[in-house]
């Protein structure tokens, strides 16, 4: 039986993740890096461990200590981690970072993935194990967008791209196409607090993924807790990328939009 290892952020999608790997059969290996990773991946692994995110040389000891080399990184963990001193990190992880020439998250990421190939670990694809998370084109909630918000969700599209090209962010909020936020640092909940707070009301949210996407980590995800938020901040409309974004807690999702009015678009 091969083994492998999640390395586990925030949110349900690491869990899916994990049940889907053993379901095909894979010895899964899991690691939490954040207090808040969901304890429930262990229901589906052989061993789970805490190993704080910032503590690299702990986590490449146990992925060598239990013959893993293959790994997936997924669940939200953001990079206002290492600014805002919620984490420590050790010397190998401090030594990383100061050689990095940007603290954008692609570099930040594929500084990582060198460290594991270092250790002989190889990074795969976040998407491999659950490509059925990825919605295809068309409307996935009861209401079809009006030709406002089809406006301002083509044109959130192109501007999120260029955000995305950027590697700044990957959602944009948008409402008669003059742009209200856009993702950086703060991470997409608060993105759409921002600009659906200053929309006042009827914001349409945007999330892709970046043209030079690195399936390996930070494949755009929305889910339940995204549409909660729109809710709190009266947003109407959320476009997502087909193909390419992965959709959690799907049915809850959708069920939150369409008690609230809001319309959910894969383009």
Request: aromatic share 4%; hydrophobic share 45%; net charge neutral.
């Amino acid at each position: 039986m091969e083994r492998i290892a999640i390395l586990a952020g925030a949110g349900k999608l690491p869990v899916e993740c994990a049940r889907a790997a053993q379901q095909l059969g894979y010895e899964v290996y899991a690691i939490g890096l954040l207090p808040e990773s969901d304890e429930q991946i262990a229901n589906f692994a052989t061993d789970y461990k805490f190993i704080s995110v910032a503590q690299l040389d702990a986590i490449l000891n146990y992925l060598q200590g239990n013959q893993i080399q293959k790994v997936t990184m997924i669940g939200k963990v953001t990079k206002e981690l290492l600014f805002n001193g919620a984490v420590v990190p050790d010397a190998r992880m401090l030594q990383l970072i100061m050689s990095l020439p940007d603290r954008n998250d692609d570099t930040i990421m594929m500084a990582f993935v060198r460290e594991l190939g270092k250790a002989g670990i190889q990074a795969f694809d976040q998407t491999a194990l659950i490509r059925k998370l990825m919605p295809r084109r068309g409307t996935i909630t009861q209401r079809e967008p009006t030709d406002t918000e089809r406006q301002d969700m083509e044109f959130g599209f192109h501007v999120a791209k260029e955000l995305g090209r950027l590697d700044i962010g990957q959602t944009v909020v948008i409402k008669n196409r003059a742009v209200m936020a856009l993702e950086a640092i703060e991470g997409t909940d608060a993105a759409i607090e921002r600009g659906g707070t200053l929309a006042n009301g009827g914001a349409v949210i945007v999330k892709v993924s970046k043209p030079q996407q690195d399936n390996r980590f930070d494949v755009p995800t929305v889910g339940y807790r995204t549409v909660e938020q729109m809710v709190r901040v009266g947003a109407a409309a959320l476009a997502i990328e087909a193909g390419k974004t992965l959709l959690v807690d799907r049915k809850k999702m959708i069920e939150l939009a369409d008690a609230n009015g809001i319309t959910i678009v894969a383009m």
